[in-house]
């Protein structure tokens, strides 16, 4: 018989959650879970309960012998735990609001995974990420940590770098490729396999086959791709999308259109408010119908939420795990000597096969030389960005501005630098020691 | 509907073929073969016959619509060919006798794949096939060719490197590893994964899960490991795996255990003659079988004949790539930067996720820095004899020979060369050019 | 008795050729010149006369057994050449005009080594060069060729890479480095060691020695750094420089403070006009001086003309070579695996040990983490414009601009494409051949 | 004015250091060495006071203010050096016998740095020197340490492993080579460049150039190469020479020429004793000449000693290292990315430039392909070794025993540890730790 299993979500009173109790009810059969564990900080205890009693709801009505616990307790949560998901946010979505408004100040993307905003939330992030990793190396040392917050690919390296936790990175925007995909040519994603290269919210898809025939180059042509809905709407320039010989994810329009991308937001800046600000009334909307004591079902104004597909990538990789299913995923892991442009510590968001033992990354068959310099160049700073964050350095907190490429000038990145830091300056205790 | 697929078999006349035929039976579902081109050379033709009245009676008995055909016309049945399979012999087993006597003489193994002998086999056979790779360029340029011609990674590193075809060395002794697992354990193959790293006959198993379990560790400390039929049985030691971490294929003992491979090889060949001559007479054995005209299946005492599970390679093999299966196989493949301490160009035995569009190497988790040396110190000689093979070059040669780990000495390595080749001369047109 | 020296200058009737025959006089002793060949082209042969004569006169002045041949037949003068120098300009500084002036239209730095401007230099230079190249295989093999010819990194990779002839990318930039730390420190060059890690034009200073005893750290803390007359004059943010524990190329000041730069230029051009504009007026006052017959030296305006210490560097080149002095320069060479994080086969700009061979790179010792993503992103912009250069593909061209890391945008990109081909169109016959 | 040096002679009682007195005393005027510290320990504190009072007179003679300083306290002598030079036996000549006759029973060569015996020695000496180098982190953290101590590759990548000291690894093997080429050439050794590409003992000169021309191909015509004269002269075969393109190391012939090396050292161990028992009886009749109270120089007997050019080695060493001299000398340094198919870690043979910052290593141009896979076998077992040997690990022991190329078997290796380790367990305290 097989193992009954553990699992605990971080950030438990995250507006998400229901989508990931839906998840672990559909695939109850292939994935045995006996206990989730919704763990959130004293700030979000309101949020935790509200989130909790529909998550109980839910588990009640599916008839399933599955118990779900709420707690502010997160090392009593994490013993003997088998997967822990991460969902959390420093600072709740006000500091998402100083990431995306501060730097247009300065005349650069505000975002909260790219660039500045990317960084600062990296900076809050990591230290209590590596926190909670003490307490699973102590609680739990052979649980899988599933680490969906953001920016997943440098929280995942930070953790690897620093800890012993077995940690994968993992991102709803692989997975919304294949849905794409799947309707576009009205095939099961499973008779698609994509190829991905590059890092997380900057990979290339440089291979498309629906039943192993290359459909990449009638891609190219149509320039047909997809694109988030969070995300403006560019169409991509066809005759770069024809030389290019791959397709990018639309995180990288801030790169490629940056000037179009910086121009839009400073226009939507002032009109419609930020992501942030709209996330926020979304997820007030969310928490109202949540608290209707005759819910007992996942909302389907959820989905307006943006990380569609979160719960499914969630439970897929747990399923995969705990089965030893070895299908293909892709997953944020270390490079070793996979794209060897890279530093081998690096993380990169990858096609990998997934063991009981964890994810086996594939090796890239193409990656088209365009884009190398672009994927290093990142690279680069998230490299810098990450030390600064655990070791509160301005120094290397600067060189990783300076040498984003979406910061203009070295003396834009210190005016900058300086003004995030200051705002964030309550949730930054390594940049900000007590004497 | 699937495209019926298009089987040709180089060196078609071999005793193997009748394994290979009940396989492409008793996997019809799954691999439509509806033509199998049989074909051999003029001084092969009686065999091929043989050969191919019996696969006729098979299939007739299985009542498929598969076609066999039989012809010495290379270019005509390579014409739209989807799988091309080679299992050929040049200079036929009077060869392998050379190969596994002369070097003998000398105080080095003779073995038909490893050493002196593999080096005069990969002679012989190299421009032959890269013949063959022209004609399929130019016929079947989509076919796959799947090689078995040993030495398997020489020859499948020659053809990627001299020509485009798409080419996969295959080889029977990974498919042998899961076999006895799965005896050991008691639980069916796909329920196993082992990790390979190495080169042809020259791998290490440096993982081994059983439901996604590792039992490398107390296999090593029991010390019990594969070993094939057709190798002289000497149990490693028992020191040495503990501290090595990994389990070496049984080829390993030329290198691992030279001393008393090569005494026993000296014994050995006064009294029962070497293994060439032994499978001469198993062969000729199996085709007085053959021409029994009330046979129409394969006999059991082709088991006896080496090479178990040639045929459930091969078609598992043909299988994976027509159904884009995605499932994982040990195959011989180009290094790329999997093993970065070996060349890019490099062909190398790992395990890859097989797709339509052929083997997708997984990178390599873990290489025991123990095996390193060798593993260079093997392929630096593979490398200089395939270019010795292609171009005809005695230096070359020499150097190959001179740096191979089992002969001890330049002196005796100028000498047996020369006697090498001058036995082989008739078979070596690219060593001795007509004037 | 040693041999004598022929030296082909390829663009004899430039203004700087006053400079190199100079160098060739003073240094007599340690080079002996015989022959020094004066190659221009057709449209260049007023200035070759004037610039010929003065070297003429300056020959006579010196009493040296120099002789001076001015020449339009390049095959002529390369005949058993000793050294080729390259110091030519396709399309003249009419060209440079448009390089300067149309990425500004677009937001983008208009430069002609750097950005969009040195791009279209290289389309317009490379073709030419190889040319050369093949002349120079067939009529002078053993010949090296001291490119000078900008963007000389480019350049000169584009020749090792399509040509066998050995050439040497050389810049007065790092020489002038030594002049100013020379003079800043009161010391001979000799007792100076400086460390470059980069490419041509973007290299990165990692350490300065003055009598072994680096004194890095001091001039990162007093923020006192080299700048060429004819860059403008920005001084680097001193937080910044304390934290990247190197000294940026001037050059760097276009990515490092693009913004500034850009700004910088915007407002000249409309005041002063470009550089190209200036150094035009410069070079028509200078060959107003060329042609007085009583200047038998060089004039001292010729300084103020940018390439400052060309024939030094030029001169001090082709003596070490001729004498193997071993002493270390800065070069623009083969890769190999220096930088492991870039192509092999990239041109980078280090200290090499120059012998009679050629140079021999020193391993870089020090490359700041801060600096690699940047170096990347360049050399992926170089290594698609060489080709697109070579090949004439636009494909390969847009992908080199929109992947510049000066260029805001892939639409802005492939609309100044457009304009700067069509502009250059009389000197690209690679993307505009005739039918 | 300059600052007096300091240097420290760890083993300062060993035969060779009058040698080493003679070069301080010759090189004064660049390398003005005011004090001269002899350290030795207990049990050759006899030899210690008779070589430092030879020691003595030699200066006196010289008449140049050195002090010459005879200790046993180790700490006293290190505080405030600037070089220190290591030249010890730990467990003296005898350990020697041990390393070249032990293996000799197993039929492996037996040799003080090659092979077994040479394992033995650096487990010997490894934790010693490691030791030496805490002190030296602690009283003289700027000085350079120059090991001498065989094998001196495997004791130097110990000491940049596993300290901060500032080691390099020095051998008169290269400077040997350029004695040999001086006299065939008859130029000074300054107008030769030989390129060295390979590991301590084990190197391969790829490349010999005369006043920048190379010779290279005329000596492997010739088969005209250097031997020391303490190994058995055999020449190189002259086919393998010609198709290898370089010169191998003297050494080397324990590999290339392994059955021949081992027949000879069978023969002449029961004949003449072996090298150990030689150098024994040569090394007592040179202290007897030591003690003569009127020797004031160099006894030429010394030459018969081996070790050739030692002190001249040792002395141009800090010579350029004192004056940052800039010139190439051939030493033992991390290798980094220089040759690429070996580790970052692994120390190598080859040329650098000597500054006052220490050895610059310059890229290595050519290494034959023929050669890696030694190169990579021998750097395996020695990094096996190094850990070995730190860590006291009899597994780690057996597995570079195991995979050195002179071990014929895995059986014979396990047998022959077990012997050597109980032979030396008085010397390795970190394989026989005290209960």
Redesign the interface.
């Known amino acids: 018989m097989k193992k009954q299993v553990k699992v605990v979500v971080i950030g438990g009173g995250s507006s998400y959650t229901p989508e990931l109790i839906e998840g672990f009810i559909l695939h109850y059969q292939e994935l045995p879970v006996s206990d989730i564990w919704l763990v959130d900080i004293e700030a979000g205890k309101q949020k935790l309960d509200i989130v909790g009693q529909l998550a109980l709801r839910m588990v009640e009505k599916s008839g399933l012998p599955i118990r779900v616990h709420m707690t502010l307790d997160r090392r009593l949560a994490l013993k003997d735990a088998d997967f822990v998901s991460t969902q959390m946010r420093v600072g709740m979505l006000q500091a998402r609001v100083w990431d995306e408004t501060i730097p247009l100040k300065y005349?650069v993307i505000g975002q909260e995974t790219t660039g500045p905003g990317g960084m600062m939330k990296a900076f809050r992030t990591i230290p209590v990420l590596l926190d909670i990793c003490k307490d699973m190396e102590e609680l739990c040392p052979d649980a899988w940590m599933l680490n969906f917050t953001n920016p997943a690919g440098m929280v995942t390296e930070a953790i690897y770098t620093h800890s012993s936790v077995k940690a994968i990175g993992i991102c709803n925007s692989p997975i919304s490729v294949y849905k794409w995909l799947s309707k576009l040519y009205d095939v099961e994603p499973s008779?698609i396999?994509a190829e991905f290269a590059g890092l997380n919210h900057l990979h290339w898809v440089t291979?498309i086959?629906v039943?192993?025939?290359?459909k990449l180059e009638e891609l190219l042509q149509s320039n047909d791709s997809y694109s988030a809905q969070n995300v403006p709407q560019y169409n991509?320039?066809a005759?770069?999308m024809?030389?290019?010989g791959a397709i990018p994810s639309y995180y990288l329009k801030y790169f490629?259109?940056?000037?179009?991308m910086l121009e839009d937001q400073l226009a939507s800046s002032t009109k419609e408010g930020t992501r942030a600000e709209i996330v926020k009334r979304l997820e007030d909307e969310l928490f109202e119908l949540y608290q209707d004591p005759n819910l007992n079902h996942k909302p389907a104004q959820l989905e307006q939420r943006g990380g569609a597909y979160y719960s499914e990538a969630a439970v897929k990789l747990m399923k995969s795990i705990y089965n030893?299913t070895?299908?293909?995923q892709t997953l944020n892991v270390r490079n070793?000597?996979?794209?060897?442009?890279?530093?081998e510590n690096a993380c990169i968001e990858v096609?990998s096969?997934v063991?009981?033992?964890g994810p086996?990354?594939?090796?890239v068959?193409t990656v088209p030389?365009?884009?190398?310099?672009?994927m290093?160049?990142?690279?680069?700073?998230e490299?810098?960005a990450i030390e600064a964050a655990v070791r509160g350095d301005?120094?290397?907190a600067?060189?990783?501005l300076?040498?984003h490429?979406l910061v203009?000038?070295?003396?834009?990145?210190?005016k900058m630098l300086h003004e995030l830091l200051e705002q964030n300056k309550e949730l930054l205790p390594q940049f900000y020691p007590k004497v």
Request: charged share 20%; glycine share 6%; aromatic share 8%.
């Open positions: 005349g008779r396999y291979d086959q039943d192993g025939s290359s991509w320039n005759a770069f024809r030389s290019l490629y259109l940056n000037k179009e030893d070895r299908d293909v070793g000597s996979n794209l060897d442009f890279l530093p096609n096969l063991t009981k033992q086996i990354p594939l090796q068959t030389d365009a884009i190398k310099g672009l290093a160049s990142v690279k680069t700073y490299q810098l301005r120094g290397l600067l060189q990783a300076a040498h490429p203009p000038s070295i003396n834009v990145a210190e």
